[in-house]
């Protein structure tokens, strides 16, 4: 996407409107609680009781920090991250980061829809892999014939399908008291298999292809606004901009972690405090809930996998096109129609087919989804780098290089996935 000739044009009025405004933040944290995720998330709570709720509360501050960073790389210099690193930074380094994402993003869309096709067999039986085709059938023909801004809309709304996670939270009974205590004084510990739990929380919560997909999602709602532009030639309207952007992070990483709570807990009260404390999927975190937690508390659980993923695939399949078209100078927008953008939604539709055709491939799904999350770790260090150091860049950001206590939580974060990296590789050699 290029940016707009300069013009002078008063601040962008939003005054009143900036709940109809949430957007790429809000969508972005939503996306993160997808069906791997909450496998995730419930494997922490049943293996370890109440006892990773606190990695709800550290992760928090660390991603409205890298997710506020990307966003204003996209909103002041009005282009992605792919073209801003291959504007400034060698290209091996950009082709290397892009194909491990592409790689990623596709066993992480194979992972939601099997999740998804799983999650629909057990509501009303029937075959799980044609549930996945249609899912992921549907996610495609979503993304290329809808136009953007009622897209974006389809997507708000998705994200209220996660608070059945609220409520299933609130479905089941739970002692406050003991909560409050563990979450604040947890019973840690340095087992492997511990640290490899907190290692996976913090790799499914923080992931690279969310930091592409906000800045992107920037620069399009700077594109669908005719009195925007980007900020380092408007610098008039960054009050106001900045304003939103927060706000929109803000509350759409403490939706993310809020969900992210919600699983944890109701697995800790009900299947760790029942012995059942080996959950691999999300769909099997779903049938242990059910003999335990009831009927309605599965029903919920088991629509929250459907509706997340049909959330999470959009963002995963859109965030590989954006990094693909951003590396080639490719056209990269869901707002332009598909006749002509047809590389850009080719590889949209090239990551959601392929993620269908692995739902049939004869991989272990769950060996499938560890390697991703070690792609995704792996990939995550070098990015967050090259991100804070764009952040501080004046000939990409102007006069509005980050703050210092934005470059203390970045820097933070970084600092904390790559001591999440190293943990997790010494996991898996000591496992």
């Not at 979503?142 to 897209?151: A, C, E, G, H, W």
């Not at 708000?156 to 563990?182: E, S």
């Not at 606004?225 to 509350?251: C, G, H, W, Y």
């Not at 390697?371 to 991100?387: D, T």
């Amino acid at each position: 996407m290029k940016n707009k000739k300069f013009s002078p044009k008063p601040p962008v009025d939003t005054h009143g409107t900036w709940l109809k405004k949430l957007g790429p933040g809000l969508i972005t944290g939503a996306a993160d609680d997808d069906p791997s995720g909450i496998a995730t998330y419930s494997q922490a709570g049943a293996q370890f009781g109440l006892n990773t709720l606190w990695t709800c509360f550290f992760t928090f501050p660390l991603m409205v920090g890298i997710q506020v960073i990307s966003a204003k790389i996209g909103r002041v210099s009005g282009h992605g991250l792919a073209t801003n690193i291959r504007r400034h930074y060698p290209w091996p380094f950009l082709y290397g980061i892009v194909a491990l994402l592409m790689v990623a993003n596709t066993i992480n869309i194979a992972a939601d829809i099997a999740a998804m096709g799983a999650a629909m067999k057990l509501l009303i039986g029937g075959s799980a892999h044609f549930y996945a085709v249609g899912f992921g059938v549907a996610s495609l023909l979503l993304q290329v014939f809808i136009p953007y801004k009622r897209y974006v809309r389809v997507l708000k709304w998705l994200t209220l399908v996660l608070l059945a996670y609220v409520a299933t939270m609130f479905a089941v009974h739970i002692p406050w008291g003991q909560v409050i205590r563990q979450t604040i004084w947890p019973h840690m510990s340095w087992k492997p298999e511990y640290i490899t739990m907190v290692v996976a929380i913090f790799g499914t919560t923080i992931s690279p292809y969310l930091f592409f997909w906000q800045a992107s999602q920037e620069v399009e709602e700077l594109e669908a606004d005719p009195k925007a532009q980007a900020l380092i030639e408007a610098p008039n309207q960054a009050r106001v901009s900045f304003s939103l952007i927060n706000i929109d992070t803000m509350v759409g990483m403490g939706f993310s972690n809020l969900i992210a709570f919600s699983i944890m807990l109701t697995t800790a009260v009900t299947l760790n405090l029942h012995g059942v404390t080996d959950i691999q999927t999300s769909a099997q975190a779903a049938t242990a809930l059910r003999p335990i937690a009831g009927e309605f508390a599965f029903w919920l659980f088991s629509i929250g996998i459907i509706g997340t993923g049909m959330l999470a695939v959009p963002v995963l399949a859109g965030s590989a096109a954006y990094a693909v078209a951003g590396t080639f100078s490719w056209k990269n927008s869901l707002a332009t129609k598909p006749e002509l953008n047809k590389a850009f939604y080719s590889i949209i539709a090239a990551a959601t087919l392929l993620g269908v055709l692995i739902c049939f491939a004869p991989i272990d799904p769950i060996k499938a989804l560890i390697w991703s999350a070690v792609v995704n770790g792996v990939i995550s260090v070098p990015i967050m780098f090259i991100m804070m150091l764009m952040a501080s860049r004046k000939d990409i950001m102007g006069s509005f290089v980050i703050r210092l206590g934005l470059r203390i939580l970045g820097w933070s974060c970084t600092i904390a996935m790559a001591f999440a990296v190293i943990g997790m590789f010494w996991g898996m050699l000591t496992a």
